[in-house]
Each structure stands twice: as C-alpha cells, then as structure tokens.
C-alpha cells in the first residue's frame, strides 16, 4: 500500500520520526540507533506485508533500541532513536542511495515498495529520513557548544545467520579511516577470551552518505557503530546485560587520546565497486 500525499502529509504530523532520550550534553557522547523500531506511520498499513514480517531483522534491529536505552541510562549519554522500521525508508543509507527505499530485502518482496515511484521516495526522505539527520546534527551542534567534542557511536544489530552462513561473532565493530574510538574498543572486548570480535565485520564501515559517514567521518569527528548479534539481545534482560557489559568497554574508548579532537579523514568507500560490494553485504 503507497498512501496518497495528502493522507502521507497529515499521518505524519501525528507521528514523531525521532525518540529523544536526555543526556549530559557535555558529556562527549551522543548514542544513535538508526534502526530502532518496526513502527509504520498508520497511513502505510503494513506495506502489503505479514505481521511475521514486522518480527523479522528485515524491519528493525532487533534488540538494539533496548541495548542503546540501557547504555545510555548507565553512561548518562544523550541518545536519538528512529521511531519508523526501515522497511519505510532506510535512516542509515545515504539520501542518493539506490537502496534507500527496500524493495526486495532478505527475498522478502515488499509490495507496498515494489512500484513507487521518485515522488514518494523523496516524501519519505523528507517527512522521516531528513528529521531524523536534523536531529542528529542538531544534537551534535550542541554538544560542540556545550563541552568536549562528542564522539558519536551508532548502535545496531546481525542476524546470527546469513544466507545458510552461520556467523561466528558475538559483537562487530565497523569504521572507515578514524578508528580512535573502535581501536580501544576492539581490544577491550578482545580482553574478553570468551568473545569473538569482527573488526569491519560482518560488514565492512566504509559507506558514503550513511550516518556514521554524513555525520562522523564528514564532521572529523571520533565515531563508530557497533553490532551485536540479535540471538544474544533479543530478549530486553539479555540487551540490558550485555549494556553493562560494553558499558566499562565504552568508557575505555572514550578515554583514548585524540577522542575529543575533531580530525578530517578521508572515506574508504571512494569507487563505485566498492559501493556496490558494501550495500550488497548490508542489504
């Protein structure tokens, strides 16, 4: 089901794209969860899919709202979470990505994405996609004001199965050319002999135009987003675990030299095979 614009336009009036959770805004970290929820603005129905479907990595990071909720109670960190599933419109693809908008994901044809056209990708960019970077950058530029400069760490989560491939990692850590926050934190978690730690994997954190992107590496600021597998958070108990787990591990991170500093990197992701390659693993 595609809405007509004026049933598009006055839904989302009545549907906040962005959870805003209160931190210290000196504090020099700000949380993100790009794929926090499986909500759809009512006018879009369940764009022609199943209930089950809604359930399924396809729509949401499972488990990664709780992990991030409870990271940012303990840390005391300011924290921006989507309130729309990315079966919508995708928050974390740049907003000239050809998979902005899913219409097949996991060989799950969407049909409510399957036609649409140019005009209603760009009115959800704009009513759901563009609120949420707003907010980001807004954050961002009163964190810079108020204190140190933020580093920025994106939370999210992989299926322990893809594809017939089971994957061995129990958290991944991706970032492109700044790893002034991943390097400490990878070895903080390596620390830990019963974990198994991907380092760009099980994607790679070169993506032009994605949050980490748009709003770390073009900002110079310390930055990286992190994986956990969605078996071991899937229930609320078991993310808030594992919240105090990497909460000390975090810590060590933020203590790392040059976290504070802004500093210009040039992206990894600079050829278009190399994009390809990338947004076929992330898809």
């Not at 809604?54 to 960190?77: E, K, M, Q, W």
């Not at 994607?203 to 135009?209: F, H």
């Not at 990497?246 to 278009?272: C, D, F, Q, Y």
Request: charged share 25%.
């Amino acid at each position: 089901m595609v809405p007509s614009m004026p049933d598009a336009e006055t839904n989302a009036t009545n549907f906040a794209p962005v959870e805003t959770i209160a931190g210290a805004m000196d504090g020099g970290l700000l949380l993100l969860c790009d794929h926090a929820s499986p909500a759809l603005p009512e006018a879009y129905g369940r764009l022609g899919l199943t209930p089950e479907h809604f359930r399924r990595h396809i729509a949401y990071d499972i488990g990664a709202a709780d992990l991030t909720r409870r990271l940012a109670a303990i840390i005391g960190a300011p924290a921006l979470l989507t309130t729309f599933s990315r079966l919508l419109i995708d928050p974390n693809r740049g907003a000239d990505d050809p998979t902005l908008v899913m219409r097949i994901s996991d060989r799950a044809l969407i049909p409510g994405n399957a036609r649409i056209d140019a005009a209603e990708i760009e009115r959800r960019r704009r009513l759901y996609w563009q609120p949420y970077r707003d907010a980001i950058d807004a954050t961002l530029d009163a964190m810079v004001a108020a204190g140190p400069a933020p580093a920025i760490i994106a939370i999210h989560s992989f299926t322990p199965v893809w594809r017939g491939h089971p994957r061995p990692w129990h958290v991944g850590v991706l970032w492109d050319q700044d790893d002034r926050l991943a390097r400490p934190f990878i070895d903080a978690l390596r620390g830990d002999s019963s974990l198994v730690i991907g380092d760009n994997e099980p994607y790679d954190g070169a993506l032009e135009g994605d949050t980490m992107f748009d709003h770390g590496t073009a900002r110079g600021l310390a930055h990286m987003l992190v994986e956990v597998r969605q078996d071991l958070i899937a229930e609320r108990a078991s993310a808030e675990l594992w919240a105090e787990r990497l909460a000390p591990m975090i810590a060590l991170g933020r203590a790392a030299p040059n976290v504070h500093m802004i500093h210009h990197h040039e992206s990894r992701a600079t050829t278009p095979a190399r994009l390809h390659r990338i947004r076929e693993k992330r898809s």
